[in-house]
Structures are given as structure tokens and as C-alpha cells.
């Protein structure tokens, strides 16, 4: 089990700051052990379609190669959402030849980094015989195996920021700002910016909304001469009462594309039924770029020499997860297996009722 001499690293899924410092940790805690470590380009597509690449779709990966990236966002393997061979024709052939080719390259392991997406690919590739650990990434911080995921903290600050700015041009203009920042299933991102930059609202998946109430809350909020503006958080997946989540259509197509639009809808509502001038803003993708936080970056530094420490230690078919003071080693079916949603009687959404906060329930 313990006789590794080379491995690979890939990232998949969306981006998120601290991939390079993920990356950054991996190869240094490799190297220290006499490992060869290569990254795998695009996800998985470096493997399944070599010839795309200038360099056979692996990059070599030494110390010099990552020794000032830890601080960058994004990742210098790139990354992809499309890269699912159990979802494209000829699957379970196209799983198998990707074995074969880790075999080719005489890569012994793989280090994972992905979301609930990117982590379940990596559970049946494992379930075929490739050693696997996984690094759990994702801005939502929706995985229920770890504390938390690198990532989360620099949304959580940028949205922040975001909103802090909004505060000025709608007490300016007295109007009611509507910001939508990511979250499908899981409304963490929104609810700790709701919090911390004082918004009126917060509007999240797992609680769905009333517009009465929230009007009606907006109505209450800037009846004051000293406050005419209000500022309203919505995750992507928030959701009304009875209704269901917004979704895009692709352009000339009429065919959905993806989750979004809900800050709009919301944004026209609240205008009809308080009467006040009404923007929405979308954060969208901004939340994945720029650097990462002091902690992101920290994060993705342990959870980088943790990956490497598990398979230095027999682990397979798991994900390192930060559960303070520990790192756990969680087996990939139960780490992928249930989404951490936000709950409704929790401390951060009992800290925003208490701070007059309306989630229009």
C-alpha cells in the first residue's frame, strides 16, 4: 500500500481560492518524501484527451513550479465541470481507459480536489481499483464530512465587501438593493454575508420565503427618516413558499442552462408591493476569483499536506476532512452522500432573527 512513487493531482469542478495553495502543499510534502507528483490538466481531460495538450495533458509538478502560487487564485492545472466519464458515451469505456492510462504513466495515486461532483467520480474510479484520496473544495462549504472547505471564507469577504460598498449608493439614492451571490442547495454564503453585512433580508434554500413579509419587513425597516434604503442577500436557490428555484434559459435556445435570476424577480416584487425605487445585483462568478484569504489560503495548505500524509499512511478511498483538532480521514461514499444545508433553528440564523433579520418565513 505504502510503496508510492509517483502520483497525480487534479482539480475539478468550479474554481476556488485555494486551489493553488492545495496544489502548492501537495508537491512540497510529495517531494519531502522522495514522490514524484505530476498534475493532471482540465480535471480529468488531461488523461482522456492527451493530445489536446502540448505537454501529454500532465504537467510536471516541482517545487520550483509552485513555490510562489500559493498566494494566486484559480489553478495553474485549470479545471472542469464536463470532465464526468460515467456521463458521456461510452462511460464505463472511457473509465476504463482512463485506469489504463494512470497505469501507462505508472501513477500510483490520485489526489482528488473537487466538490460533491468531482469527489464522486473520484469514489467509482476507486471503486475500479485507482487509489484515491480526496480534498474537499467548495465555496458553498456544503460538505457535511468537514468543518469547513477552503474557498468559503474568501465568498463569505468579497460578498461582504460587496455589499459594504451597496450600503452607499442605496442610502444615497434611498433605494432597495438586491444581491444575489451563489448557493444552489445550501444557503451558508449568503446567510454569513446577510450577518456580517447587515442586511435586511437573507433569502435562503433551505427556508423559503414569503414576499408579503419580506415587503412588509422593508416597509418596517425604512419608515425611519434616518434609514430609507434597505439591503436584501439572496442565495441563487432561494426559493418562495409553494414555488421553486429561478432558473436561466440559454440564449436563443429556450433551453435551461442553470440556476440564477432569483435577485431579479425578487428585486421587480419588492418594487410592486413597497413602492420604492429597487436594483438587483448578481455577484455570480466573482465569488470564485482573486486571491484567497489568509485562511483559505491556510486551509488549502492543510488540506493539500493532509492528502499527501493520508496516502503516506495506507489511506484509500477517502477524504481528508478538518474537524478541529483533527483531520479525519472520511471514507468518499459517506463523504459525498448527504449535503451540509444550513439549519433553520442554528446559531447563525437565530444571531440574524435576533438582529432583526427577516428570512420572510
Known amino acids: 500500500?505504502?510503496?508510492?512513487?509517483?502520483?497525480?493531482?487534479?482539480?475539478?469542478?468550479?474554481?476556488?481560492?485555494?486551489?493553488?495553495?492545495?496544489?502548492?502543499?501537495?508537491?512540497?510534502?510529495?517531494?519531502?518524501?522522495?514522490?514524484?507528483?505530476?498534475?493532471?490538466?482540465?480535471?480529468?481531460?488531461?488523461?482522456?484527451?492527451?493530445?489536446?495538450?502540448?505537454?501529454?495533458?500532465?504537467?510536471?509538478?516541482?517545487?520550483?513550479?509552485?513555490?510562489?502560487?500559493?498566494?494566486?487564485?484559480?489553478?495553474?492545472l485549470g479545471t472542469s465541470n464536463r470532465g464526468n466519464p460515467f456521463n458521456q458515451p461510452g462511460g464505463s469505456n472511457r473509465a476504463e481507459i482512463l485506469i489504463q492510462r494512470f497505469q501507462q504513466h505508472k501513477l500510483d495515486a490520485l489526489i482528488s480536489v473537487g466538490g460533491d461532483g468531482t469527489l464522486s467520480i473520484a469514489r467509482e474510479l476507486n471503486e475500479r481499483g485507482l487509489r484515491v484520496v480526496g480534498v474537499p473544495k467548495t465555496i458553498d462549504n456544503d460538505l457535511e464530512s468537514t468543518m469547513t472547505t477552503f474557498g468559503f471564507d474568501s465568498a463569505v469577504s468579497f460578498a461582504t465587501e460587496c455589499i459594504d460598498r451597496l450600503h452607499f449608493t442605496a442610502e444615497s439614492h434611498r433605494r432597495v438593493m438586491v444581491v444575489e451571490v451563489m448557493g444552489r442547495y445550501a444557503g451558508w454564503i449568503a446567510l454569513h454575508t446577510g450577518i456580517a453585512g447587515r442586511a435586511d433580508a437573507i433569502l435562503i434554500p433551505e427556508i423559503p420565503y414569503h414576499m408579503t413579509k419580506i415587503a412588509a419587513h422593508v416597509k418596517r425597516k425604512t419608515a425611519s427618516r434616518s434609514r430609507q434604503y434597505s439591503i436584501i442577500v439572496v442565495a441563487e436557490g432561494a426559493k418562495p413558499v409553494n414555488g421553486e428555484v429561478t432558473l436561466k434559459e440559454a440564449a436563443n435556445t429556450g433551453h435551461v442552462e442553470r440556476l440564477g435570476g432569483v435577485g431579479e424577480i425578487v428585486a421587480g416584487q419588492l418594487h410592486e408591493l413597497t413602492g420604492k425605487e429597487t436594483r438587483s445585483v448578481v455577484l455570480g462568478h466573482l465569488l470564485r476569483g482573486g486571491q484567497p484569504t489568509s485562511l483559505d489560503r491556510s486551509l488549502g495548505l492543510i488540506f493539500g499536506a493532509a492528502a499527501v500524509r493520508a496516502l503516506a499512511e495506507g489511506q484509500d478511498g477517502v477524504m481528508v476532512a478538518v474537524n478541529p483538532p483533527r483531520i479525519d480521514y472520511v471514507p468518499l461514499k459517506e463523504a459525498t452522500a448527504k449535503l451540509k444545508r444550513v439549519p433553520a433553528d442554528g446559531y447563525a440564523v437565530t444571531t440574524a432573527r435576533t438582529l432583526d433579520i427577516s428570512f420572510g418565513d
Open 1 to 76: 500500500m505504502n510503496n508510492i512513487k509517483r502520483i497525480a493531482i487534479s482539480t475539478g469542478g468550479g474554481d476556488a481560492p485555494g486551489l493553488n495553495a492545495v496544489i502548492h502543499a501537495a508537491v512540497y510534502a510529495a517531494r519531502n518524501r522522495g514522490w514524484e507528483i505530476v498534475g493532471i490538466r482540465d480535471g480529468l481531460d488531461g488523461l482522456l484527451d492527451p493530445e489536446s495538450y502540448p505537454d501529454g495533458g500532465l504537467m510536471k509538478l516541482t517545487r520550483g513550479v509552485v513555490r510562489d502560487i500559493a498566494h494566486l487564485g484559480g489553478t495553474i
